[in-house]
């Protein structure tokens, strides 16, 4: 009955202990977003910043982050009326950001560089 519950308590926390979030392996890595026919590579930066690569624009600076815990960004930029707060989760080898406006994007390794 005791390997029973345990098993239970086991199983129980499997999915939260796959969600949580890694920022050694989030920052500091080039990602790519291919969403409503926009495709860039985006860059959330240990110190701060966060960069985007465009193809035909080159890298540019898009605004500043910090971080609160679990996988929470606040994101501040000159192109966003107000600071945007993104949920960054694992999927598979990929990203799914959620919070940015109603969208919900996919993030995977960039491929543009």
């Known amino acids: 009955m005791r390997l029973a519950i345990i098993l239970l308590a086991f199983l129980a ?22 969403t409503l026919g926009y495709n860039a590579c985006f860059l959330v930066h240990q110190s701060g910043e966060i960069f985007i690569f465009e193809p035909d624009y080159g890298t540019y600076f898009a605004g500043s982050w910090e971080y609160e815990d679990p ?3 606040h994101v501040e930029s000159d192109s966003l009326n107000n600071a945007e ?6 999927k598979k080898d ?4 959620s919070g940015y406006s109603i969208l919900k994007i996919e993030a995977c390794a960039c491929t543009l560089l």
Do not use: H
């Open 13 to 34: 926390c499997a999915p939260e202990q796959q969600e949580l979030f890694d920022r050694s392996v989030f920052e500091d890595t080039w990602w790519e977003v291919n």
């Open 71 to 73: 996988g929470m960004y």
């Open 85 to 90: 707060v993104l949920e960054i989760k694992k």
């Open 94 to 97: 990929c990203w799914k950001i």
